[in-house]
């Protein structure tokens, strides 16, 4: 392409988003097609030796069509029939394929942000374990209120992490299969079987490694629903922990080791990683509830409410991946200036029961990875 629409200048973090770029979602659309003509192929007994390249589509036709035609898929079946013949895409809607793309994409990106997540959560468990005697107090409604320790703060930021991780854990990522009005006539006519619609969504399902949902959902947007709320819960994890991230650099309590510039006065050292985390926990808000208004379906397919939910779906996953990023990178530079902490006078150290609990639930997590 000669231009880009968005090539990051105003996204400093979205070097981490391009796993929810146009490219992805164009190879998870190829990839579905694929598994599709695949699947199919073997259901009607007919041999094919067609690959179905994604590096030889031209993307401005395709981008000539999109507009042609409201939705990418209908001038990327026909360049891929192109290549494989009229099996390619038989039976399917334009919905099976970009919402099942868009699952795939969904599933990457939040394995991306869980995996940064989880170094985060490493990184603070240990902080929390360190500073459990450090004594500081904190504030309720901006004000002064009682003495705990740095560690039980640590405590908290490492608790919501965990949330986030078992909010994305929690998340489902079904194929989308259902044919022009979703109930899979399509499928069963050209072969024959009345069960052709299932036998194919176990198939696909099996090579994509989604879900099968035994199920049409083009209507239920339930399953998106999910996915973008585990999307925002990462960026709101990130943005709490942001929030006190900013505070504390402004106290010199906690500060980055890396600090960020400024144009005008060089002395200073921003805390760059906490500004963009709330940022983005801020910004989340805005395309999760298009996704939730757009869920108001109608008829066999909207006329407008779908199409309004795919930039909005993406942008959440493409904030989750930069917040969990963001988040891994400050919870690595974060330096704790103990010397400065407000020291308050206590015989023995508060809070210690909320850092081994916190550790403790971030631990069994983990152990879950493990089996």
């Given at each position: 392409?000669?231009?880009?629409?968005?090539?990051?200048?105003l996204?400093?973090?979205?070097?981490?988003?391009?796993?929810?770029?146009?490219?992805?979602?164009?190879?998870?659309?190829?990839?579905?097609?694929?598994?599709?003509?695949?699947?199919?192929?073997?259901?009607?007994?007919?041999e094919?030796?067609?690959?179905?390249?994604?590096?030889?589509?031209?993307?401005?036709?395709?981008?000539?069509?999109?507009?042609?035609?409201?939705?990418?898929?209908?001038?990327?079946?026909?360049?891929?029939?192109?290549?494989?013949?009229?099996?390619?895409?038989?039976?399917?809607?334009?919905?099976?394929?970009?919402?099942?793309?868009?699952?795939?994409?969904?599933?990457?990106?939040?394995?991306?942000?869980?995996?940064?997540?989880?170094?985060?959560?490493?990184?603070?468990?240990?902080?929390?374990?360190?500073?459990?005697?450090?004594?500081?107090?904190?504030?309720?409604?901006?004000?002064?209120?009682?003495?705990?320790?740095?560690?039980?703060?640590?405590?908290?930021?490492?608790?919501a992490?965990?949330?986030?991780?078992?909010?994305?854990?929690?998340?489902?990522?079904?194929l989308?299969?259902?044919?022009?009005?979703?109930?899979?006539?399509?499928?069963?006519?050209?072969?024959?079987?009345?069960?052709?619609?299932?036998?194919?969504?176990?198939?696909?399902?099996?090579?994509?490694?989604?879900?099968?949902?035994?199920?049409?959902?083009?209507t239920?947007?339930?399953?998106?629903?999910?996915?973008?709320?585990?999307?925002?819960?990462?960026?709101?994890?990130?943005?709490?922990?942001?929030?006190?991230?900013?505070?504390?650099?402004?106290?010199?309590?906690?500060?980055?080791?890396?600090?960020?510039?400024?144009?005008?006065?060089?002395?200073?050292?921003?805390?760059?990683?906490?500004?963009?985390?709330v940022?983005?926990?801020?910004?989340?808000?805005?395309?999760?509830?298009?996704?939730?208004?757009?869920s108001?379906?109608?008829?066999?397919?909207?006329?407008?409410?779908w199409?309004?939910?795919?930039?909005?779906?993406?942008?959440?996953?493409?904030?989750?991946?930069?917040?969990?990023?963001?988040?891994?990178?400050?919870?690595?530079?974060?330096?704790?200036?103990?010397?400065?902490?407000?020291?308050?006078?206590?015989?023995?150290?508060?809070?210690?029961?909320?850092?081994?609990?916190?550790?403790?639930?971030?631990?069994?997590?983990?152990?879950?990875?493990?089996?």
């Amino acid at each position: 392409m000669a231009d880009a629409f968005d090539w990051g200048l105003l996204e400093p973090a979205g070097a981490t988003g391009a796993v929810v770029s146009d490219d992805r979602i164009l190879a998870a659309m190829v990839e579905l097609e694929r598994a599709h003509f695949t699947a199919w192929s073997s259901l009607l007994d007919v041999e094919t030796t067609a690959s179905l390249d994604v590096e030889s589509l031209d993307r401005e036709a395709l981008l000539k069509e999109s507009r042609r035609s409201g939705v990418p898929v209908v001038g990327l079946a026909q360049a891929l029939r192109e290549q494989g013949g009229t099996l390619v895409h038989q039976g399917m809607t334009s919905q099976d394929v970009l919402d099942s793309a868009l699952m795939m994409v969904s599933r990457d990106a939040l394995t991306v942000a869980r995996e940064a997540l989880t170094a985060a959560g490493r990184r603070f468990a240990a902080l929390a374990r360190e500073h459990r005697g450090t004594p500081f107090t904190v504030r309720t409604l901006t004000q002064e209120a009682e003495a705990t320790t740095l560690g039980a703060v640590i405590g908290g930021w490492l608790d919501a992490v965990s949330s986030a991780i078992e909010t994305v854990d929690s998340v489902v990522f079904p194929l989308q299969l259902g044919g022009a009005i979703g109930d899979g006539d399509a499928f069963a006519r050209l072969s024959g079987r009345p069960d052709a619609v299932a036998i194919l969504r176990r198939r696909i399902s099996a090579i994509l490694g989604l879900a099968d949902p035994g199920r049409v959902w083009h209507t239920d947007r339930s399953p998106v629903l999910a996915v973008t709320r585990a999307a925002a819960s990462v960026c709101s994890a990130g943005g709490r922990v942001g929030r006190d991230l900013g505070l504390l650099a402004r106290d010199d309590v906690a500060t980055p080791l890396h600090g960020g510039a400024s144009s005008a006065m060089p002395h200073k050292k921003n805390p760059v990683d906490a500004v963009l985390l709330v940022a983005n926990g801020l910004r989340v808000s805005g395309p999760l509830g298009v996704v939730q208004t757009a869920s108001l379906s109608y008829d066999a397919r909207p006329a407008g409410e779908w199409h309004a939910e795919w930039q909005a779906w993406r942008e959440t996953l493409r904030l989750a991946a930069e917040s969990a990023s963001l988040l891994e990178h400050a919870a690595g530079d974060l330096v704790i200036q103990t010397r400065r902490a407000p020291v308050t006078p206590a015989s023995a150290p508060r809070g210690s029961h909320e850092v081994d609990a916190a550790v403790a639930r971030f631990e069994r997590l983990q152990e879950g990875d493990a089996s």
